[in-house]
């Protein structure tokens, strides 16, 4: 893999916090459309762009101004080739919100296991795997607050190539 494909690569997963946080539920979907996707040890979407805007528009509180109210943090990204146009990839997510009547505050943390594929010469996710095992004031964030099962998408081990 060459410096050019790890930049793609983060681009890639940088790209899904700026959409939903813009509450372009229909960019989410384009981007993790060809993504079989698990959250909290369940199929959330399988490899369906409407899906999984669906899936999202319809959990994600929005406001006036169309958005969430929201920031989705990344970090510890760790990139792991797997052979000629694959790789895995870990994240760390934390998500802040200032709804228009609440503090700004940190309401949920996890991670992402991810598997991307390389498809006509752009970097596509496959796979996604969402954890969440830090649970704050979700009430001004999403609808049916039942559906958060805590849980660790990587375990408590970094990625190992």
């Not at 598997?115 to 704050?136: A, P, S």
């Given at each position: ?56 528009r319809s ?29 895995r990839v ?72």
């Amino acid at each position: 893999m060459e410096a050019d494909d790890y930049f793609a690569i983060q681009n890639v997963l940088f790209s899904y916090p700026f959409a939903l946080d813009a509450g372009d539920f229909d960019a989410v979907g384009e981007l993790l459309g060809d993504a079989l996707i698990h959250s909290g040890g369940a199929v959330m979407a399988d490899r369906d762009a409407k899906a999984v805007a669906e899936v999202f528009r319809s959990w994600v509180l929005t406001y006036a101004d169309g958005t969430p109210r929201t920031r989705h943090m990344l970090s510890n990204v760790m990139i792991v080739p797997e052979g000629e146009g694959r790789a895995r990839v870990s994240s760390y997510v934390m998500v802040f919100q200032q709804a228009p009547d609440g503090p700004l505050e940190p309401v949920i943390g996890g991670d992402y296991l991810d598997r991307l594929e390389k498809r006509d010469g752009r970097w596509r996710i496959v796979e996604r795997t969402m954890g969440n095992d830090i649970v704050g004031d979700l009430s001004r964030h999403g609808r049916d607050l039942g559906t958060i099962r805590p849980t660790r998408a990587n375990g408590s081990r970094p990625l190992q190539g």
